[in-house]
């Protein structure tokens, strides 16, 4: 079948940078995107990318497209508290999305 | 501009009782999504409307499941004679169309004892 992989944990030190990696198996993906999920809130769209792009940039989050690989990241730079959260990567053709696990990042004063 | 709401934003139940879960999606949003999200788990695709398309109801875990949506405006999934593994959040999206990025509600925790 078709899966979404994400790593479970991550915790880096405020300031640091914050990197969140994602596999997807589906190579005929057009959407690929990350939401962020706060404690006792839904989801949110932080930036999605469209499978014929390489980076996306947008403030303090760039995203990075592999196709080859099919490899996702988010990066985000002088990551803060607020930053805490799981992050989820999916993917999609329309239609239906496939999402990973998440990641659960924390920052660390 | 006001975003997905879903209500109740709780719910407890029996096991073996049925219960009703209610999404407002963003106006003008032709799409619906419903997902269900166990706890550490990631999404599990439900059922979605397009339109006035038939629903893609391939997510569906069981016969006890399903939903309907009134023109492109609000959405009720039902769940029948619940059981305990139908303790998750259950979370509604909506987009301008498919392929459209998908805008979350808060989401239902249901809990059945």
């Known amino acids: 079948g078709e899966d ?5 944990f991550l915790s880096v ?3 640091d940078s914050s990197v969140i990696n994602c596999t997807y198996t589906d190579s005929s993906s057009t959407y690929l995107y990350w939401y962020k999920q706060e404690p006792g809130a839904g989801l949110q769209l932080l930036t999605y990318i469209f499978s014929n792009m390489d980076m996306k940039q947008d403030q303090r989050l760039t995203v990075l497209l592999n196709k080859k690989d099919k490899h ?3 990066r985000i730079a002088d990551t803060q508290t607020g930053d805490s959260a799981i992050y989820f990567c999916a993917e999609s053709k329309g239609g239906d999305m496939r999402f990973g696990a998440g990641t659960r990042l924390t920052v660390k004063p | 501009g006001a975003g997905v709401s879903q209500s109740p934003s709780n719910k407890v139940t029996e096991k073996g009782k049925d219960v009703e879960l209610r999404c407002d999606p963003i106006s003008g949003h032709t799409a619906l999504y419903w997902y269900r999200q166990r706890l550490g788990q990631g999404l599990e695709f439900l059922i979605y ?3 006035n398309s038939a629903p893609d109801k391939s997510g569906l875990p069981s016969d006890r499941f399903s939903a309907e949506r009134t ?3 609000v959405s009720t999934l039902t769940i029948q004679r619940t059981q305990q593994e139908d303790s998750a959040v259950y979370l509604c999206a909506s987009s301008w169309g498919q392929r ?4 979350f509600g808060p989401g239902t925790r249901l809990l059945v004892l």
């Open chain 1, 4 to 8: 979404v992989e994400q790593s479970l």
């Open chain 1, 13 to 15: 030190r405020e300031g």
């Open chain 2, 71 to 73: 023109g492109e405006s």
């Open chain 2, 100 to 103: 459209e990025t998908q805008y």
């Open chain 1, 72 to 74: 996702l990241s988010l």
């Open chain 2, 49 to 51: 409307f397009q339109g």
